[in-house]
């Protein structure tokens, strides 16, 4: 909301108050002009003046020496209406300002006072501050209830509380003020700071948290049993269109959150904390108007337009947690009489709120055609080495929320050949073979009568040719920083030797491969042999095995070896238990001696 709008919504409120039934409040009492000076939004709110007068305002800091500080003047046209001092030119009101406004027939003045809303607690209704000891102040709540509240006294320490128990349920659209009357009114104005997540976007919106502070939010993931899972901390600069107001967001990144985590956000004065909730928007459709998912049965969620939040519906959930809101006919609220055609290209937003009045919220945009995509479940390939010439099946497994829908199967081999067949929910399986050895990665994209996709891959279909090349190799090179796991500082000399071939009948290749690295008190013999390939111009070599380090364990390693100008040599050594890396040279790279041969 604009700001200056927001003080004259004020202005009408207090305003309002006065002519209706307030005996309490010396700042707006009968008829008379009236002024108060709202502290912390550095602005001067007026009322009761004759329209068309013309106002003036002068502003005395005494400490000063100066007399006069700051001076304005405006034409009072609305009733009620505010001079506005902050921004380039402003005045920042400090406690002991002398305030005065004048249409040289009548005078007012008030003499700022340092009152203060420090913080609300929205779980116990507290409202809490600081102003002058012994002073008599008002604390009022209003907007989630109406314009309600009672005088306190200020303890000797200068400090106070209010508890609106029973009085009004203090949430995030909660708005506070308090005024002291000591010397005229001066008000201080407090939003309740609330949030929002946006599960899809996996960000959290904070809004009208105290400005040059911190705000720390926490996500505790119950089930894991470690306590918190997320932490971080971010500053709440002030608006740069309101030096009193604050905007952050938190992005979770990659961070996964779950139904029931419980998210904390604090800044030491107040805490706000919510229960992530079981929300789903699961679609739409543009035809019948109506947009529908999931919650906690019996909850209550509110869809809106994003551009008009005069489309709304709200909605309880049935006893299986569905809900739908319903566009086409009214809704069973008032206000929920607008019907609203939804488009292709509108977003519709569901909402749901906790006891705080904190949001979660999800969209959902209108589509044309109206279609949800398939939906890929597995992709199966042989995951053993197949000899050359042999053929390979291939098989997708998938499913699609549309009924009726006709697919296509798109295969990419991985070898620059692709195969295009018709599909039939649940499976389709295609047959290829290939004709030069390699590893390949195979791609399946399922294609529906309206154009979506979904696409997956298998990682990898080895061929080898038990007949083809063999290679034969010997050497070293200069390991890099980063290569050994363990210690990545570590850099030097690594040897190696190996030789692999088919035997003559054999699908399974025989060798000897060792490799070691000094400084890292490194040594590799393999015990094994998976696969060998060798591309068909004899270049380039590929083979899988597995051995032990230092005679002991079961590593799985892969070598990577080009005989050319010059020759080439890349070795991964991995734990097949846990996957994790132990030495990896990252690239093919250029020996520093000795020599790799692939034999034809």
């Not at 199966?380 to 997708?396: E, F, M, N, Q, R």
């Not at 791609?443 to 997956?456: H, K, R, V």
Request: charge should be negative; include cysteine; proline fraction near 6%.
């Amino acid at each position: 909301m604009n700001i200056r709008k927001l003080f004259s919504l004020l202005i009408v409120i207090c305003f309002a108050f006065s002519l209706f039934g307030s005996t309490t409040s010396v700042w707006a009492q009968n008829y008379n002009p009236g002024i108060a000076v709202d502290y912390n939004q550095d602005a001067v709110a007026l009322w009761n003046w004759a329209i068309g007068t013309q106002l003036f305002l002068t502003i005395d800091d005494p400490d000063s020496g100066v007399g006069v500080d700051y001076s304005d003047s405006m034409f009072f046209e609305l009733d009620p209406r505010a001079f506005y001092l902050w921004g380039e030119g402003g005045y920042d009101i400090q406690p002991g300002d002398i305030v005065t406004v004048t249409d040289l027939v009548t005078t007012q003045q008030v003499i700022a006072t340092d009152v203060r809303i420090l913080g609300a607690n929205a779980d116990t209704d507290m409202v809490y501050g600081t102003a002058d000891p012994g002073d008599s102040i008002e604390v009022y709540a209003y907007k989630t209830c109406d314009f309600v509240g009672s005088p306190v006294i200020v303890d000797p320490n200068g400090s106070w509380s209010k508890d609106f128990t029973n009085i009004c349920d203090l949430t995030g659209t909660t708005t506070i003020m308090a005024v002291e009357h000591e010397s005229g009114a001066t008000r201080f104005f407090f939003d309740m700071p609330t949030f929002t997540f946006y599960p899809q976007n996996n960000t959290i919106d904070c809004w009208t948290w105290q400005v040059d502070n911190n705000v720390t939010l926490t996500i505790d993931n119950l089930s894991n049993g470690i306590g918190v899972d997320y932490t971080n901390t971010m500053s709440t600069p002030p608006l740069s269109w309101n030096p009193y107001g604050s905007y952050i967001n938190f992005d979770l990144g990659t961070f996964e959150t779950f139904p029931g985590d419980i998210m904390t956000l604090t800044d030491g004065i107040t805490t706000k904390t919510e229960i992530v909730p079981n929300f789903t928007l699961n679609g739409g459709s543009i035809a019948d108007d109506t947009v529908w998912g999931t919650a906690v049965p019996g909850t209550i969620v509110q869809v809106e337009y994003e551009t008009d939040p005069n489309a709304l519906r709200n909605v309880i959930t049935d006893g299986s947690g569905n809900w739908m809101a319903d566009f086409s006919i009214p809704g069973d609220e008032p206000g929920e009489e607008i019907l609203f055609d939804i488009q292709p290209g509108n977003v519709m937003l569901a909402k749901q709120k906790d006891p705080d009045g904190d949001l979660t919220q999800l969209n959902w945009q209108g589509q044309s055609p109206e279609n949800q995509p398939p939906l890929i479940t597995s992709i199966i390939a042989p995951l053993t080495p197949i000899k050359l010439g042999t053929s390979i099946d291939a098989t997708v497994i998938f499913s699609d929320p549309d009924v009726g829908d006709s697919h296509t199967v798109t295969w990419d081999w991985g070898d620059n050949s692709s195969t295009t067949a018709p599909a039939a929910v649940p499976t389709v399986t295609n047959s290829y073979t290939y004709t030069s050895p390699g590893v390949y990665r195979i791609d399946a994209t399922i294609t529906d009568s309206a154009g979506e996709t979904s696409t997956a891959a298998i990682e990898y279909v080895v061929i080898f040719d038990p007949v083809g090349g063999f290679v034969t190799g010997g050497g070293w090179i200069m390991s890099p920083a980063g290569a050994y796991r363990a210690d990545p500082t570590l850099q030097g000399k690594a040897t190696f030797g190996f030789q692999s071939k088919y035997k003559k009948g054999q699908n399974i290749p025989d060798g000897n491969t060792q490799f070691q690295f000094s400084a890292g008190d490194l040594s590799f013999h393999s015990t094994s042999y998976e696969w060998l390939i060798v591309n068909q111009n004899y270049s380039n070599a590929q083979f899988k095995e597995y051995g032990t380090i230092n005679g002991e364990g079961n590593y799985g390693f892969m070598i990577w070896a080009g005989d050319g100008s010059p020759d080439t040599f890349r070795i991964n050594i991995w734990d097949p238990s846990t996957e994790d890396v132990i030495y990896d040279n990252g690239v093919q790279q250029p020996i520093g001696g000795g020599s790799i041969v692939i034999h034809n």
